[in-house]
């Protein structure tokens, strides 16, 4: 019964194993993203930035240049362990990738137990990094998407919310340090779960309305709900003086293709749309990323290419050293200090950013303006304001 | 509070007519063919992506693309019509699976061909608000699906109860052997079932696109939908499908109002379990013996 | 099978296998997995084969399973394997809950128990307080170390899920055998007819369901403590159920060995031919692989090995 398979798996192993011989100053990373099932539309715009990173690194980069690798985890756990194992057999050095707390989270401790450096910006669940791990890495945190929409609210003035997040576990961990920072700072906070499967809001939005009569609405969920809330809420008009969200909202995507419903919206963002750039590396990752993708990067992308490009830095430095072998990729990753295009950039024991802010981006005339914070704004926030 | 339950109420007999439509096309098969096509969703998926791309890339409007989605849906349906039709044994099991695992490859193919992208309509027109009586309120888009669905469940209803194909398809629905002895052809009208239930699928998808959101992953869901639907209906009874999507999109919304929306899909699977188990011929079948 | 073949296939499980494989851990991983699959096939083509039931909600028994022996070592402290076996019986008395099912015929069977799969799952995300919710469990306690073996490992994983599925298909072939079996069997061909002479089917479809339960609970606490992640949209996704009918209806679901075959060929083709070719969507090649075994051979691969084999034997003969 079981003989058929060793044959199969030893023939397609060494298949495998035996395709790969390698080639001096080359660096071979592993990418270990969704790319099918229910994660796949992050994973695949994740894979954009580590792609752009890859060219941009090797082409200013004489002396090591890196070969990504990409195994698709399927968006489930138990691939995701198998994908990190078999890039490690394939010769990877380091990861990068990962999306969804619950997958990041095996996946990063088998990297742990193959003593390789793994990097992400796909998990934001605080648990992630207080498991003691020495190789995990991360550049964001829902810590910094729940402080801007917060510092967002506070800056306007707002009295009370009424938070709509779907019941998944990064939505609904952002929607729980909403309650708990914005609730002592005297904010009237109001909660509104709903299913991930959820297509009409109406029922809600309605219920905002008539019993919250909130000043501000905040959206913790997916484009698709995001849709479905303000096509709701257009409709319903609630009273409300501003309606923001947090990641894949504040987004070019979004307003190339939903420009009428997007308008005066905010949500969490890294960069202006179309890009203000202020810096000649964040120039020139727009420019690549045209011209490899055929479009403007998004935030995802921007993660991707970030984490990457850190690692590829901190691989580089380990192999001039000589200690890739001896954990040196961690610590050079530690060692990071660095002014990205998301902002600051450096890791603490645990591998947390704790220089990590979000951005606030508002949606203004179909392109993004960022409005908070002060510092990083390139335009004035509109407020009170709503799509309707 | 009356307020809300009313708006409540409306959202749901809104959202039943939608769930209507994509329900009557897997009841049409199931209650001529006793086939549950576990690819339904699928196909209404194709019809939306379709729509999509004729929005996107032709200029269409979402109900002007109604041809082009047909002729691929239709086709597709017929594809599977033919490999369900090769089944010998048990049909009603292994059609199951069959169809299942035409899900799966749609389903993959829909991810290949569009990616894991969202898409939605964008012509402003159909997402404006009517807001009826001041105090009910709609999108034009809804509205409209809505009374496309009560139209085909009408006309659906006409052609099997009224039409000499209809009276043909039930009678083979009841007893392929003695409606061949009467001249009809088993064969033809079966594929007729599934070309009706294409159509039905495509209008469904344009519902979709145009009203909603749509993603590749969405397929299996709206087959699950349409099943509940088909046993709260019972059997045969193509009114029963409209009043079962309605009492469902009422379940789901009311359970919004009065309580959470992360519990909505509970109640509708709850009120699922307790009409299978309770009420063997559904709400408004003609008693058929089920267990 | 003769016992000498059974014989000889154990023990190149349980030492050539690691032998073979063990240090390269992917591999391992790989058929872990497949198996991990294969006990859910087993279990799913038992409710199949000997009570008639075709299942689309596995993942329920699975889930529950996962989660009473992740909450056992957690909250209460348990060892690991005796949480294991409880989570076993507490699938199985979750099971009683989808009993009224029983009385429904063919697809609203199916569709039933994938409403309690569905309801199950919504339970765990709304009931916070025992399950964490959407959030999950994190930190479930490995497998652990024992008499200096440690299961913890990729390879002692590895003998666990093979045992737990070894075991599963022994207490199916002695169900089979059983007068039980005889009569689920007599009850296919006609279920009046068994109940004129005395047989309880129903009773018997319950202890079946039940049964079925019990080793998909046990093979989700194992995936729970191996994985050491939990949270509800994974512990009742739909695909443990789906690739368990894919893998009994591709190795036969009528036979004692076909799922598991089913599962080990599918699961390690598709991840080890398939996925490197299409990176994207490889998932569609299951699809074809299902529709194409219904269609042409409904009973599977194993009784097509057998059939193949025999007529060679019987062309030898001659």
Same mark, same amino acid.
């Given at each position: 019964?079981?003989?058929?398979l060793?044959?199969?798996?030893?023939?397609?192993?060494?298949?495998?194993?035996?395709a790969?011989?390698?080639?001096?100053?080359?660096?071979?990373? *592993?990418?270990e993203?969704?790319?099918?099932?229910?994660?796949?539309?992050?994973?695949?715009?994740?894979?954009?930035?580590?792609?752009?990173?890859?060219?941009?690194?090797?082409?200013?980069?004489?002396?090591?240049?890196v070969?990504?690798?990409?195994v698709?985890?399927?968006?489930?756990?138990?691939?995701?362990?198998?994908?990190v194992?078999?890039?490690?057999?394939?010769?990877?050095?380091?990861?990068?990738?990962?999306?969804?707390?619950?997958?990041?989270?095996?996946?990063?401790?088998a990297?742990?137990?193959? *003593?390789?450096?793994?990097?992400?910006?796909?998990?934001?669940?605080?648990?992630?990094?207080?498991?003691?791990? !020495?190789?995990?890495?991360?550049?964001?945190?829902?810590? *910094?998407?729940?402080?801007?929409?917060?510092?967002?609210?506070?800056?306007?003035?707002?009295?009370?919310?009424?938070?709509?997040?779907?019941?998944?576990?990064?939505?609904e961990?952002?929607?729980k340090?909403?309650?708990?920072? #914005?609730?002592?700072r005297?904010? !009237?906070?109001?909660?509104?779960?709903?299913?991930?499967?959820?297509?009409?809001?109406?029922?809600?939005?309605?219920?905002?309305?008539?019993?919250?009569?909130?000043?501000?609405?905040?959206?913790?969920?997916?484009?698709?709900?995001?849709?479905?809330?303000?096509?709701?809420?257009?409709?319903?008009?609630?009273?409300i003086?501003?309606?923001?969200?947090v990641?894949?909202?504040?987004?070019?995507?979004?307003?190339?293709e939903?420009p009428?419903?997007?308008?005066?919206?905010?949500?969490?963002?890294?960069?202006?749309?179309?890009?203000?750039?202020?810096?000649?590396?964040?120039?020139?990752?727009?420019?690549?990323?045209?011209?490899?993708?055929?479009?403007?990067?998004?935030? #995802?992308?921007?993660?991707?290419?970030?984490?990457?490009?850190?690692?590829?830095?901190?691989?580089?430095?380990?192999?001039?050293?000589?200690?890739?072998?001896?954990?040196?990729?961690?610590?050079?990753?530690?060692?990071?200090?660095?002014?990205?295009?998301?902002?600051?950039?450096?890791?603490?024991?645990?591998?947390d950013?704790?220089?990590?802010?979000?951005?606030?981006?508002?949606?203004?005339?179909?392109?993004?303006?960022?409005?908070?914070?002060?510092?990083?704004?390139?335009?004035?926030?509109?407020?009170?304001?709503?799509?309707? | 509070?009356?307020?809300?339950i009313?708006?409540?109420?409306?959202?749901?007999?809104?959202?039943?007519?939608y769930? @209507?439509?994509?329900?009557?096309?897997?009841?049409?098969?199931?209650?001529?063919m006793? &086939?549950?096509?576990?690819?339904?969703?699928?196909?209404?998926?194709?019809?939306?992506y379709?729509s999509?791309?004729?929005?996107?890339?032709?200029?269409?409007?979402?109900?002007?693309?109604?041809?082009?989605?047909?002729?691929?849906?239709?086709?597709?349906?017929?594809?599977?019509?033919y490999?369900?039709?090769?089944?010998?044994?048990?049909?009603?099991?292994?059609?199951?699976?069959?169809?299942?695992?035409?899900?799966?490859?749609?389903t993959n193919?829909?991810?290949?061909?569009?990616?894991?992208?969202?898409?939605?309509?964008?012509?402003?027109?159909?997402?404006?608000?009517?807001?009826?009586?001041?105090?009910?309120?709609?999108?034009?888009a809804?509205?409209?699906?809505?009374?496309?669905?009560?139209?085909?469940?009408?006309a659906?209803?006409?052609?099997?109860?009224k039409?000499?194909?209809?009276?043909?398809?039930?009678? +083979?629905?009841?007893?392929r052997? @003695?409606?061949?002895?009467?001249?009809?052809?088993?064969?033809?009208?079966?594929?007729?079932?599934f070309? +009706?239930?294409?159509?039905?699928?495509t209008?469904?998808?344009?519902?979709?696109?145009?009203?909603?959101?749509?993603?590749?992953?969405?397929?299996?869901?709206?087959? &699950?939908?349409?099943?509940?639907i088909?046993?709260?209906?019972?059997?045969?009874? &193509?009114?029963g499908?409209?009043?079962?999507?309605?009492?469902?999109? +009422?379940?789901?919304?009311?359970t919004?109002?009065?309580?959470?929306? @992360?519990?909505?899909?509970?109640?509708?699977?709850?009120?699922?379990? +307790?009409?299978?188990?309770?009420?063997?011929?559904?709400?408004?079948?003609?008693?058929?013996?089920?267990? | 099978?003769?016992?000498?073949?059974?014989?000889?296939?154990?023990?190149?499980a349980?030492? /050539?296998?690691?032998? =073979?494989?063990g240090?390269?851990?992917?591999?391992?991983?790989?058929?872990?997995?497949?198996?991990?699959?294969?006990?859910?096939?087993?279990?799913?083509a038992?409710?199949?084969?000997?009570?008639?039931?075709v299942?689309?909600?596995?993942?329920?028994?699975?889930?529950?399973? =996962?989660?009473?022996?992740?909450?056992?070592?957690?909250?209460?402290?348990?060892?690991?394997f005796?949480?294991?076996?409880?989570?076993?019986?507490?699938?199985a008395?979750?099971?009683? =809950?989808?009993?009224?099912?029983?009385?429904?015929?063919?697809?609203?069977?199916?569709?039933?128990?994938?409403?309690?799969?569905?309801?199950?799952?919504?339970?765990?995300?709304?009931?916070?307080?025992?399950?964490?919710?959407?959030?999950?469990?994190?930190?479930?306690?490995?497998?652990?170390? /024992?008499?200096g073996?440690?299961?913890?490992?990729?390879?002692?994983?590895?003998?666990?899920?093979?045992?737990?599925?070894?075991?599963?298909?022994?207490?199916?072939?002695?169900?089979?055998?059983?007068?039980?079996?005889?009569?689920l069997?007599?009850?296919?061909?006609?279920?009046?007819?068994?109940?004129?002479?005395?047989?309880?089917?129903?009773?018997?479809k319950?202890?079946?369901?039940?049964?079925? =339960?019990?080793?998909?609970?046990?093979?989700?606490?194992?995936?729970?403590?191996?994985?050491?992640?939990?949270e509800?949209?994974?512990?009742?996704?739909?695909?443990?159920?789906?690739?368990?009918?894919?893998?009994?209806?591709?190795?036969?679901?009528?036979?004692?060995?076909?799922?598991?075959?089913?599962?080990?060929?599918?699961?390690?083709?598709?991840?080890?031919?398939?996925?490197?070719?299409?990176p994207?969507?490889h998932?569609?090649?299951?699809?074809?692989?299902?529709?194409?075994?219904?269609?042409?051979?409904?009973?599977?691969?194993?009784?097509?090995?057998l059939?193949?084999?025999?007529?060679?034997?019987?062309s030898?003969a001659?």
């Open positions: 019964m079981s003989r058929k060793p044959n199969v798996s030893v023939l397609a192993l060494s298949l495998m194993l035996g790969v011989p390698s080639i001096a100053s080359e660096i071979k990373i *592993g990418a993203i969704p790319l099918s099932g229910n994660l796949a539309r992050v994973g695949g715009a994740m894979n954009e930035g580590i792609q752009v990173a890859a060219e941009m690194f090797n082409k200013k980069n004489g002396k090591h240049t070969k990504i690798m990409t698709d985890d399927e968006s489930s756990p138990a691939k995701a362990v198998g994908a194992e078999k890039l490690a057999a394939d010769g990877a050095v380091a990861f990068t990738g990962g999306y969804g707390s619950n997958i990041i989270g095996p996946a990063s401790e990297a742990e137990k193959l *003593g390789k450096v793994y990097v992400t910006s796909g998990g934001v669940a605080s648990e992630l990094t207080k498991r003691g791990l !020495k190789t995990f890495f991360r550049i964001n945190s829902s810590d *910094g998407y729940a402080r801007a929409l917060m510092g967002m609210f506070s800056e306007m003035g707002i009295k009370s919310v009424a938070v709509v997040y779907s019941t998944k576990e990064a939505t961990e952002v929607a340090m909403l309650q708990a920072g #914005l609730g002592p005297g904010v !009237k906070v109001t909660m509104h779960a709903f299913d991930p499967a959820t297509n009409d809001f109406k029922p809600i939005i309605h219920k905002i309305k008539l019993q919250d009569r909130p000043e501000a609405i905040a959206m913790i969920g997916y484009e698709n709900d995001y849709v479905g809330i303000l096509r709701a809420a257009k409709v319903l008009k609630p009273d003086k501003t309606i923001a969200g990641w894949s909202l504040a987004t070019s995507k979004m307003a190339a939903f009428d419903l997007m308008e005066n919206v905010s949500g969490t963002s890294t960069l202006s749309y179309p890009a203000e750039f202020t810096t000649p590396e964040a120039r020139e990752f727009a420019e690549t990323y045209q011209k490899m993708f055929n479009k403007a990067p998004d935030y #995802l992308g921007i993660f991707g290419y970030v984490q990457s490009k850190l690692l590829f830095e901190a691989v580089a430095r380990a192999t001039d050293a000589g200690t890739v072998d001896k954990g040196g990729v961690a610590a050079e990753m530690r060692k990071t200090q660095s002014d990205t295009v998301i902002g600051k950039v450096r890791f603490d024991e645990a591998g950013n704790p220089e990590f802010t979000h951005r606030m981006g508002q949606h203004q005339n179909g392109k993004v303006v960022l409005v908070w914070p002060a510092d990083s704004a390139t335009g004035k926030v509109r407020y009170p304001a709503v799509p309707w | 509070m009356l307020e809300l009313l708006q409540s109420l409306f959202s749901g007999v809104l959202s039943g007519a769930y @209507a439509l994509i329900a009557l096309g897997l009841a049409l098969v199931f209650g001529t006793r &086939v549950i096509n576990l690819a339904h969703g699928e196909l209404v998926l194709l019809g939306a379709i999509y791309t004729a929005e996107e890339k032709l200029g269409l409007d979402p109900l002007a693309s109604l041809p082009l989605a047909l002729a691929v849906v239709v086709a597709t349906a017929m594809a599977v019509y490999l369900v039709s090769l089944i010998k044994k048990d049909r009603e099991l292994n059609s199951l699976i069959l169809t299942f695992g035409i899900g799966v490859i749609l193919a829909v991810l290949m061909i569009w990616s894991a992208d969202i898409h939605s309509a964008t012509t402003a027109w159909y997402h404006d608000a009517v807001i009826p009586f001041d105090i009910l309120f709609a999108m034009q809804e509205l409209v699906f809505a009374g496309i669905g009560i139209v085909l469940v009408g659906v209803w006409w052609w099997l109860e039409s000499w194909y209809g009276r043909a398809l039930r009678a +083979v629905a009841s007893n052997d @003695a409606a061949k002895l009467m001249g009809v052809n088993p064969q033809l009208t079966e594929v007729l079932s070309a +009706v239930s294409g159509l039905l699928a209008v469904a998808g344009i519902a979709i696109y145009t009203a909603k959101v749509i993603q590749p992953a969405m397929g299996h869901h709206l087959t &699950v939908k349409a099943f509940i088909t046993v709260l209906a019972g059997m045969g009874s &193509v009114p499908v409209l009043l079962g999507a309605v009492l469902l999109g +009422v379940v789901e919304s009311l919004v109002t009065m309580a959470s929306s @992360a519990l909505q899909e509970l109640a509708g699977m709850v009120l699922f379990l +307790v009409v299978l188990l309770l009420m063997p011929s559904g709400l408004f079948g003609r008693a058929k013996r089920r267990g | 099978m003769n016992r000498i073949l059974i014989a000889a296939l154990l023990a190149f349980y030492v /050539v296998v690691p032998l =073979a494989l240090s390269n851990a992917y591999v391992v991983g790989l058929i872990v997995a497949a198996l991990t699959i294969g006990g859910i096939a087993i279990a799913w038992l409710l199949g084969n000997l009570g008639g039931m299942s689309f909600g596995h993942a329920a028994f699975f889930g529950i399973g =996962a989660y009473v022996s992740a909450l056992l070592t957690l909250r209460a402290g348990w060892p690991v005796p949480s294991m076996l409880v989570a076993g019986f507490g699938a008395i979750a099971s009683i =809950a989808t009993m009224p099912a029983l009385r429904l015929r063919g697809p609203y069977f199916a569709l039933a128990i994938l409403a309690y799969a569905e309801i199950f799952r919504i339970l765990a995300t709304e009931l916070k307080p025992i399950t964490g919710g959407a959030a999950g469990l994190l930190s479930i306690p490995r497998l652990p170390n /024992v008499l073996l440690d299961f913890g490992s990729k390879l002692g994983g590895y003998f666990v899920i093979l045992t737990i599925v070894v075991a599963a298909m022994v207490a199916y072939d002695l169900i089979r055998r059983s007068p039980y079996g005889l009569a069997k007599a009850m296919h061909d006609s279920e009046d007819a068994t109940r004129v002479v005395g047989v309880n089917s129903t009773m018997l319950a202890w079946m369901l039940a049964v079925s =339960a019990f080793i998909t609970g046990m093979v989700g606490a194992f995936n729970a403590h191996y994985i050491n992640f939990l509800p949209d994974y512990a009742f996704a739909g695909q443990w159920t789906t690739l368990a009918i894919v893998s009994a209806i591709f190795g036969g679901y009528r036979t004692v060995s076909g799922p598991l075959l089913g599962a080990l060929v599918v699961y390690l083709v598709d991840q080890l031919a398939f996925k490197p070719i299409l994207q969507g998932q569609i090649v299951l699809g074809v692989l299902l529709g194409a075994m219904i269609l042409f051979s409904p009973g599977g691969l194993m009784p097509l090995l059939s193949r084999l025999s007529r060679k034997e019987a030898h001659a």
